[in-house]
């Protein structure tokens, strides 16, 4: 399944969303008031274009997720690397290092990452 792509505000709403599923839609109206200063119009606005590209579903007022938190990242991180480096995650890797110091944690981490792959 593709994930459909979601945009910046989207995925703020999305975020609120994973935290609180399953919500009604009244207490997403609420929350989206509060922390991203929206009208209820826009709350509602989002969920029938997020509903309608098949992220979420809105039944009987309650809205939940149809795509996770981790597809949505891995699609988009997935996306940078063909867009920008052609495909190549080591070009990707290379380019996000190179001016970022890694912590040995993060080194073992992404040792841990690759040896799990090569399993």
């Not at 975020?15 to 008031?33: A, D, K, T």
Request: charged fraction near 30%; proline fraction near 3%.
């Amino acid at each position: 399944m593709e994930i459909p792509k979601i945009f910046e505000s989207e995925y703020r709403f999305c975020e609120i969303l994973w935290e609180n599923e399953p919500v009604s839609s009244s207490e997403l109206v609420r929350l989206c008031s509060e922390l991203l200063e929206w009208k209820k119009s826009t709350t509602y606005t989002v969920i029938r274009r997020l509903s309608q590209r098949g992220v979420l579903k809105s039944e009987n007022a309650v809205v939940t997720s149809l795509v996770s938190k981790e597809e949505v990242l891995t699609a988009e991180s997935t996306q940078v690397v063909e867009k920008t480096f052609s495909g190549s995650l080591p070009g990707f890797i290379a380019a996000f290092t190179r001016n970022k110091q890694l912590t040995p944690k993060e080194i073992e981490e992404i040792h841990q990452i690759i040896d799990a792959y090569k399993e």
